[in-house]
C-alpha cells in the first residue's frame, strides 16, 4: 500500500492501525481533532473532523499532495455514549450517527476518487460487534454501527468492478481509551470496583478476554493485501465467537 489515511489514528485502534502500515513502508497519514495525541505517533497527520466534510477534504488534499494518491481509506475514527433510550434525544441519536456513520461517509468519499483513478483500493471501516447485535444503553452507538455495516455492503456492490474493495471489521471490546471510558462509566453509575467493571464487560466474550489493538491491526492489514481481493462487502466479526 503506497498511501494509506487512517481517520482516528491519534490514539487506541487507529494508532496501532497506523503503526503497523508505518512498520511495513506505507506512507501513512493519521487524522483526528486532537493535535497532540496526533503528534505523539510520529507520523504524518491532519487536524480535522470527520463530520465536517469541508474539513476531511482539505485534509485529503493536503495529504495528497504531500505522499501522493491515497490508495486505502480506513474509517476507524468514531465514539460511544451509553444513555437509556427513555432518556435519549434525538440530538444524541444525531450525535451518533454524524460521527461514526456520517464521519466514514465522509473519509471513504474524500479517498475514492484516487482509488478509481488507479483502478484499486480499499475502503474499510472499524464499525464494531455493535453493528451486528444490539446492546442495552447503546442505542444510538448500536444504530450508527449497523448503518456502516449497511453502507459497506452496499458500496461493495456499487464499485465491485472498479478493482476496490470495500469492508467492516467489527470488533468486541478492545482495550483502548473508549474502553477505559466504558469502564469509568460503569464504575461511577454502579459504585463497582474497576477489576468488577471490566468483568462485565468482557464477560460477553466468550474467550473472557479484551481485544488486543494489534488484533485489528493485522487484519486491517490482511484486508489491505492483495490475498484479499476477493473479499468484498464483509462485516466482519471479531469478538471470539460473542456473534
Ligand atoms: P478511541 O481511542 O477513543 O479512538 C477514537 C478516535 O477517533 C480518537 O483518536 C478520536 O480522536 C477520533 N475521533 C473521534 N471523533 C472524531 C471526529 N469527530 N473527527 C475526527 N476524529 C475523531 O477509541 P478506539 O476504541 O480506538 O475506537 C476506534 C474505533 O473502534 C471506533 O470507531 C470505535 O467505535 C471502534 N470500536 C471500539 C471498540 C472498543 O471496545 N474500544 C469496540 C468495537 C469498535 P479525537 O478525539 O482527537 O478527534
Not at 505523539?40 to 480535522?48: A, D, S
Not at 481509506?73 to 434525538?90: C, H
Not at 476496490?164 to 482495550?175: F, R, W
Amino acid at each position: 500500500m503506497s498511501h494509506v489515511v487512517i481517520s482516528g489514528g491519534g490514539t487506541g485502534v487507529g494508532a496501532a492501525i497506523a503503526q503497523s502500515f508505518a512498520r511495513s513502508g506505507a506512507n501513512v497519514t493519521i487524522l483526528g481533532r486532537t493535535k497532540t495525541n496526533l503528534q505523539q505517533q510520529g507520523l504524518p497527520y491532519e487536524v480535522c473532523d470527520v463530520t465536517d466534510a469541508a474539513q476531511v477534504q482539505a485534509a485529503f488534499k493536503s495529504a495528497r499532495a504531500a505522499r501522493g494518491p491515497v490508495a486505502a481509506v480506513i474509517a476507524n475514527a468514531g465514539a460511544a455514549t451509553s444513555i437509556p433510550f427513555r432518556k435519549m434525544t434525538a440530538d444524541d441519536l444525531r450525535a451518533m450517527t454524524e460521527v461514526n456513520l456520517v464521519g466514514v461517509f465522509n473519509v471513504w468519499q474524500a479517498g475514492l476518487a484516487d482509488m478509481q483513478t488507479a483502478g484499486s483500493g480499499r475502503l474499510i471501516a472499524i464499525a464494531s460487534i455493535a453493528g451486528l447485535k444490539g446492546g442495552a444503553y447503546i442505542s444510538g452507538y448500536c444504530a450508527a454501527k449497523h448503518g456502516v455495516v449497511g453502507l459497506t455492503r452496499a458500496l461493495a456492490v456499487e464499485l465491485a468492478q472498479t478493482g476496490i474493495t470495500v469492508n467492516a471489521v467489527c470488533p468486541g471490546y478492545v482495550d483502548t481509551p473508549m474502553l477505559d471510558r466504558s469502564i469509568a462509566n460503569i464504575v461511577e453509575k454502579t459504585g463497582m470496583s474497576e477489576e468488577e467493571a471490566a468483568a462485565t464487560l468482557f464477560k460477553s466474550n466468550p474467550q473472557r478476554r479484551f481485544i488486543e489493538t494489534e488484533e485489528v491491526a493485522g487484519t486491517v492489514m490482511w484486508l489491505c493485501s492483495d490475498s484479499a481481493k476477493s473479499v468484498n462487502g464483509h462485516a466482519l466479526s471479531m469478538s471470539g465467537g460473542e456473534v
